[in-house]
């Protein structure tokens, strides 16, 4: 079972940039689908973006397309969420979590039962 941690969150101005790290203790980690969600106060975890186990497909919710950009490295076991032109609404806990299967990382509403989940990492966006 992958064991995940987060890394890479912090208070930014609008418009700044982060990019959130995601590494995977699976002794094979390229066999997991990784997903990123997050968690605004108040509001219920939603989908942020997906990459698959190769790394050839991508999913992205229609806020954040053409903002945030998901990949992996296999080698280094990691995923990683590059964030650009951050904005106060993309204030949130974020986490990432891995599956064999691709229908649950990418489920709405997210399906909470994923193999493995990260602790989080707090992203803070003001204006």
């Known amino acids: 079972q992958a064991q995940l941690v987060e890394s890479g969150g912090g208070s930014v101005q609008t418009g700044a940039s982060l990019r959130l790290s995601c590494v995977g203790s699976?002794?094979?980690?390229?066999?997991?689908?990784v997903g990123w969600y997050r968690q605004a106060p108040g509001q219920e975890r939603e989908f942020v973006a997906a990459?698959?186990?190769?790394?050839?497909?991508?999913r992205y919710t229609d806020s954040v397309q053409g903002r945030f950009t998901v990949f992996r490295n296999n080698d280094k076991k990691t995923a990683y969420l590059q964030m650009n032109n951050l904005q106060p609404e993309d204030t949130a806990v974020y986490y990432c979590?891995?599956?064999?299967?691709?229908?649950?990382?990418?489920?709405?509403?997210?399906?909470?039962?994923?193999?493995?989940w990260g602790q989080g990492t707090l992203v803070t966006v003001s204006s």
């Open positions: 979590a891995a599956d064999l299967n691709w229908g649950r990382i990418i489920a709405k509403p997210v399906y909470n039962n994923l193999e493995a």
């Open positions: 699976a002794p094979v980690f390229s066999d997991w689908n």
């Open positions: 990459v698959s186990w190769s790394g050839d497909g991508t």
